[in-house]
């Protein structure tokens, strides 16, 4: 199972990005997907996840700001973020939590994806 994440890039305070993240290979099925972010000098925290159900969880500093979203289907999940500022200058890594046959779960990551808030 791989996971790979894309759409990281340089924008502007006040602008918007939209992460996505795959899951490829032998998957039957997708407990949750989550993104979490690791800035310089700061240890990894979550972002946001959405489990089954669509349910969903965000970190007090993206509330209102942040969507997270998932294609079941396409086994994809992405993060909308909106109003973005320096704050959230970081390596933004997508996670999940996967099944195989035997219903045996094992979290993945992807590869990181570099978010770059400045003028």
């Known amino acids: 199972v791989q996971l790979q994440a894309s759409g990281g890039g340089l924008v502007q305070p006040g602008g918007s990005l939209r992460l996505s993240c795959s899951a490829s290979?032998?998957?039957?099925?997708?407990?949750?997907m989550a993104w979490y972010r690791q800035a310089p000098g700061k240890q990894r925290e979550l972002v946001a996840n959405?489990?089954?159900?669509?349910?969903?969880s965000y970190a007090d500093s993206v509330k209102g700001r942040f969507t997270i979203s998932r294609d079941i289907d396409k086994n994809e999940v992405y993060l909308q973020m909106n109003n973005l500022t320096p704050e959230d200058t970081a390596v933004y890594y997508c996670?999940?939590?996967?099944?195989?046959?035997?219903?045996?779960?094992?979290?993945?990551w992807g590869q990181g994806t570099l978010v770059t808030v400045s003028s």
């Open positions: 996670n999940a939590d996967i099944g195989d046959a035997e219903r045996r779960f094992y979290i993945y």
């Open positions: 290979g032998i998957i039957f099925s997708i407990n949750s």
């Open positions: 959405i489990r089954s159900g669509s349910r969903t």
